[in-house]
């Protein structure tokens, strides 16, 4: 097992510590001021000595087949160069029925998967070598980035995806973890969230894809300029789609102001 500790302050890295002295070679971690699950990944892919990288969160556990199905499918694949990443389910708490992949060829590419069905929380198993080479981006000072974006590279480098119908992880979702304040994360992360929605826009994801992402553009190139973060050059879509932006940026900035006084008052 290998864990990167994102700054954790729950006795984490002792626990660890305890597990390693007690059966060497069962854990490898490495702890790492916080700077969010993109650095990790990037870190993780560094220090794995696997062929593939399953990512696994901090709400995640394994089903008790997990490992062996994912075993079973990357025995399966062989050394085909062009599949970047295995997509699996999530066996997610309180949810009533399970979602399925419905891919007419598999594997195919992450824009024909968006096609033909809408987009739902996966378990990724990475390889490598794309990690290395395609490393997140890191902004000074921002601590979230969308895995969308890794997703677009695999795209854009021609590499597909292979979807398993499989239960991998079972999921709950944590009250204040990254899926419940996605919108929050990516306003106070508003520069890796333009390079995120500037890999949609130039994508071949539908034209409602695209449109939408050049709206979120905008609307985290408000939230940059207000937080005074630095841009980097890129291709700006029209001033259209600034003006259609301002009305959710400004909605976002209301809801970050409501959360944080409900946070002041229960610590009251």
Known sequence: WLVIDDGST?????YLAGIAALHPGLVRYETTPNGGKHRALNR???LAQGEWVMVVD???WLTDDGIKTVLSITFSLG??????AIFGLHKIKGQGSQKYFHVSKNPCQYHEWLAQQKK??????????FLIKEPFPSVPKENFMAETWLCLRIDRASNKVYFANKCLTHVEYQLGGLSSLND?????SPVSAMIVYYEV???RLPGPFIWKAK?????????????RHHCPEMPYPSLIYAFLALPLFLFDLWKIRVNVRKKAHVVR
Not at 215 to 227: G, L
């Open 79 to 84: 050394q085909a160069e062009n599949i970047a």
């Open 44 to 46: 993780g892919a560094v």
């Open 201 to 203: 826009i130039r994508s």
């Open 215 to 227: 709206v979120n553009f905008w609307r985290y190139r408000w939230h940059a300029h207000f937080r």
């Open 10 to 14: 729950d006795g984490t890295e002792e």
């Open 58 to 60: 901090s709400d995640d």
């Open 184 to 188: 929050q994360l990516r306003a106070i």
């Open 120 to 129: 739902f929380d996966v378990c990724m198993v990475l390889k490598r070598d």
